[in-house]
């Protein structure tokens, strides 16, 4: 019995020497920490010996630097949207430009030589060079305009780059550990970490917490091997002082009337135009149309005008345009070129000089999306010699939608003096529907928006003198713009009963005669006071109307009131 019970033991016991071994080797497995390394390559998805991964801040972002020649460099694309907008490319004519408020500084794209109002400097690099087609510009180059600070890592090549400093949580590694890639002791090893070693706490959970090491690798650390956290604050950059873009605004508020010239007889009529204004105090005459894509402009100017403007106390602003001749003018073809636009700015300040003018508006509509960015910097340039000659520069602007963002009124807001807002056009000429020119929520959204990005003494709205009269005919739609007075006329003649209306703040009517149903929102001095009224509540620097002539001698009176306050 025995000899048969023994080795049914040995086996059992065996059974279990070998369950215990699997079991074992089962727990080490599940539970001992994994040697495995990750490829930093691949986890940076590195594209080649120029490619530089970015850790901005702290997370890789999915834009790339270069690595030329032992110098770092980023798109032109990538500076705007982190770093600095202010950079401007001209493909048709290889520089890079950069604007300051006395100065354009540029460099020929690929040379090493920078110049501005001093002269030429020669820098140890090229500040910028193009690969291909994209434009790449030194981080060095940047850093002379911008605050951020950089440091470069090999194996593989990666930045680190703050924008901000602010205050961080940080701990010291007390023993020798791994930066894994997730949380876990089975999760492949990105550095290693040594007693001593500084982390950045990025994220803390229960057992392990998200780091960040000195040289820019993110990955997960246990919390046992990590000291209790504590706070450090960077020391913030500020090796670049921000030049100060000075503006001329008055202390008053501005009563800003367009006049219409439509040809040099057209300024005859100053007189006759400014016979009934009160308070009025700058005209701006639409004396300057473009004329074709090459920096040429038409000009109805006059001196006998401008002095007797300034003999009743007016301040000239002439008006340069693009709509008067826009079948030939390729504004992009103008706008994107230097030459084009130094031609034009030239030629606009001749005309300040010769003419002795206060101030220039400009007034370009229809700008496209894809001409936004030579479009502000147009405006960047031509606030140079405003500036420096102490020359009012106003630029007109639609309400602001989605659409028309490219006008980029925040940056206007800092280099130009006034942003005029055209709160009108609500509903227009080849509008799908009948409706206000200017109803009080589409004004006050003009200006709130508006003042969200500019400050608001730099910020004048125009009100219309306008209103239109629509016809609806089997379905089709047409209108015309008339005067106060003639709208008036219109209703009067035709008997039409108004009644104010709370949403748009309008005296609104209507009538039906063959077939036609004809309606208007009027403007009228109760119209104008409420839109002066929301201008007061967002204490902007005045107001513009279009246009001189369209109006009822009894809209300055209200006009007085709010300038008055």
Known sequence: MKKKIVPVLIAIVLIIVIAGISIGAMLLEKYSYTKERADLNVYFDMGGDTDVAIVLQDEIIEERAALFDGVYYLDLNTIHTYFNDRFYEDKGEGILLYTVPDAIIRTAIGSNEVTDQN???????????????????????????????????AEPNRLQIYTVWEEKQVADVKKDTA?????????????????GD???????????????????IIGYV?????????????????????????????DYKINLGWHVIGGVEGN???????????GLNVISPTW????????????????AYVDKAHNKGLEVWGLVENIAYRDSIDMYALLSSTTKRAKLIDGLMDMVFTYGLDGINVDFEQISTDCGEHYIQFIRELSIPCR??????????????????????????????????MGYDEHYAGSPEAGSVASIDFVEEGIAKTVEQVPSNKVINAIPFYTRIWETKDGSLSSQAVGMDMAEEYVRAHNIQT??????CQNYGEYTEGGSLYQVWLEDERSIEVKLNIMDNYNIGGVASWRLGYEKAEIWDVIGAYLSR
């Open 198 to 216: 500084t982390l950045i706490i990025l994220e803390q959970m229960e057992t392990w917490s998200k780091v960040k090491t000195r040289d820019a």
């Open 499 to 504: 009644e104010w209306n709370e949403e748009t």
């Open 388 to 421: 420096a000659n102490g020359i009012v520069l106003s630029v007109d602007n639609y309400v602001p939608r989605g659409y028309n963002d490219h006008y980029d009124r925040q940056e206007q807001g800092v280099v130009a003096d006034y942003v005029i807002i």
């Open 179 to 195: 930066v894994r890639v997730l949380g876990g002791v089975k999760s492949e090893i990105l550095a290693d970490a040594q007693k």
């Open 268 to 278: 005859d009529t100053l007189d006759e135009m400014t016979a009934d204004t009160k």
């Open 222 to 250: 246990e919390n046992k091997r990590l000291e209790e956290p504590r706070s450090e604050t960077p020391l913030a950059v500020t090796d670049y002082v921000e030049p100060e873009y000075t503006s001329i605004t008055r």
């Open 288 to 303: 300057f149309m473009l004329s074709d894509s090459e920096g040429n402009f038409t000009s109805f100017a006059s001196q």
């Open 119 to 153: 002269g030429a400097e020669t820098l140890p690099y090229v500040p910028a060079r193009y690969e291909g087609e994209t434009l790449y510009v030194a981080l060095d180059y940047v850093k002379r305009y911008t605050n951020f600070s950089y440091e470069g890592f």
